[in-house]
């Protein structure tokens, strides 16, 4: 791999693993399978990274004529999807998101009789393919619109984060216990910095498009 193939790797990887988040997802997802039996949680985990990919994969291969069908320019596009994803940073850092997430798993858990497949809802979206991932994918190919090898690198990485996921996700049982709060919150402030960073490039980007453009 060249170095600058490797750097759209290690930018994508980064962008993508903070914002979908496979580490925060996995307590959520036991919180919602809690009381499942294995094959249910299997399944859930399969379906659930399954339809969330394909959302990605159309949003990544169709979102600028999805974009260019309701006039919204690129620029205007990397702009608001930066200020989103510094959003999302700052919620990561200051722990609003994962309240937000506990709540919301919460309530679900409440209505476990009448909602026991959370694999469209709200697995694979919003917390698999939520705002924020289809914003990433869309800029990350964005950004390598003219590579065809570079674009092959960031599907590739998308799949290796979901992999991810779904691995997680599969393991949760046994991995329920050694996941500790105290653990998943440095992780989630930590990558929540470096996410913060990413989206005022992102922003940086889409006024220098728009300026130049």
């Not at 399944?43 to 979102?63: E, H, Q, S």
């Not at 506990?102 to 469209?120: F, R, Y």
């Not at 329920?176 to 105290?182: F, M, P, S």
Request: glycine share 10%; hydrophobic share 55%.
């Amino acid at each position: 791999m060249t170095p600058a193939l490797f750097d759209i790797a290690l930018t994508a990887f980064v962008t993508l693993f903070v914002i979908i988040d496979p580490l925060g997802l996995l307590p959520i997802f036991i919180g919602l399978t809690q009381g499942s039996n294995a094959a249910h949680k299997r399944r859930m985990a399969l379906k659930g990274t399954l339809i969330g990919g394909c959302i990605l994969v159309f949003f990544a291969l169709f979102g600028d004529r999805f974009l260019d069908l309701l006039g919204v320019s690129l620029s205007a596009f990397r702009i608001s999807g930066g200020v989103m994803l510094f959003i999302i940073a700052l919620e990561m850092v200051f722990d609003k998101r994962t309240q937000r997430r506990e709540h919301n798993a919460g309530e679900l858990k409440g209505a476990k009789k009448t909602h026991e497949d959370i694999s469209v809802f709200p697995l694979a979206i919003p917390l698999i393919s939520g705002p924020g991932a289809i914003a990433s994918v869309m800029l990350l190919m964005s950004a390598n619109k003219n590579d065809l090898l570079a674009q092959g690198v960031v599907f590739a990485v998308l799949a290796g984060v979901l992999g991810l996921c779904l691995i997680l996700f599969l393991l949760a049982g046994r991995l329920e216990k050694l996941v500790g709060d105290t653990i998943t919150h440095v992780i989630s402030r930590v990558l929540g910095i470096v996410l913060a960073a990413l989206a005022v490039q992102y922003i940086l980007d889409g006024l220098k498009i728009g300026l130049l453009g």
